[in-house]
């Protein structure tokens, strides 16, 4: 990703993330980093669960407010909620996935066409699986 105006994308996270999200946590991991993450089951510790349980949900970019993933589709929210504890981060599926605003590098990290970095595609034996930061998806609908 090329350097832009913010790091990597070309402004901060917005200001009232989703869920409680850590502000200073999510413009750093989003804006200022290409290899590391929340901590593992900082998503368990936000409001995240209590307001979306059950849901279908639109995950949107923390810089842009663009919708990123829409979860869970294909699976049920147990399964999806099972595995997001098991791995410590939301994981996403294909499916769930909205390609027009998420790429996967050849190294595996996954961004936002903004540039904003999303997390890492880990494969497992079901396929691709999207470890992504919560605080990075956290964003409001612009």
Same mark, same amino acid.
């Given at each position: 990703?090329?350097?832009?105006?913010?790091? %990597? %994308?070309?402004?901060?996270?917005?200001?009232?993330?989703?869920? =409680?999200? #850590?502000?200073?946590?999510?413009?750093?991991?989003?804006?200022?980093?290409?290899?590391?993450?929340?901590?593992?089951?900082?998503?368990?510790?936000?409001? +995240?669960?209590?307001?979306?349980?059950?849901?279908?949900?639109? +995950?949107?970019?923390?810089?842009?407010?663009?919708?990123?993933?829409?979860?869970?589709?294909? @699976? %049920?929210?147990?399964?999806?909620?099972?595995?997001? @504890? *098991?791995?410590?981060?939301?994981?996403? @599926? #294909?499916?769930?996935?909205?390609?027009?605003?998420?790429?996967?590098?050849? #190294?595996?990290? *996954?961004?936002?066409?903004?540039?904003?970095?999303?997390?890492? =595609?880990?494969?497992?034996?079901?396929? =691709? @699986?999207?470890?992504?930061?919560?605080?990075?998806?956290?964003?409001?609908?612009?």
């Amino acid at each position: 990703m090329s350097k832009k105006a913010h790091g %990597t %994308t070309a402004q901060p996270v917005q200001e009232n993330l989703r869920w =409680n999200c #850590d502000w200073k946590t999510a413009d750093k991991i989003c804006c200022f980093n290409r290899h590391y993450a929340e901590f593992a089951g900082y998503w368990t510790s936000t409001t +995240f669960l209590q307001e979306e349980k059950g849901k279908e949900v639109t +995950f949107y970019d923390s810089v842009t407010g663009r919708p990123l993933f829409i979860a869970p589709r294909g @699976r %049920t929210w147990e399964e999806f909620e099972a595995e997001s @504890r *098991s791995h410590g981060w939301p994981s996403f @599926r #294909d499916e769930e996935v909205v390609w027009d605003d998420v790429r996967v590098l050849p #190294d595996g990290e *996954s961004v936002s066409l903004a540039g904003t970095h999303l997390g890492h =595609n880990l494969p497992d034996k079901k396929g =691709n @699986r999207y470890c992504i930061n919560l605080v990075s998806v956290a964003g409001r609908p612009q």
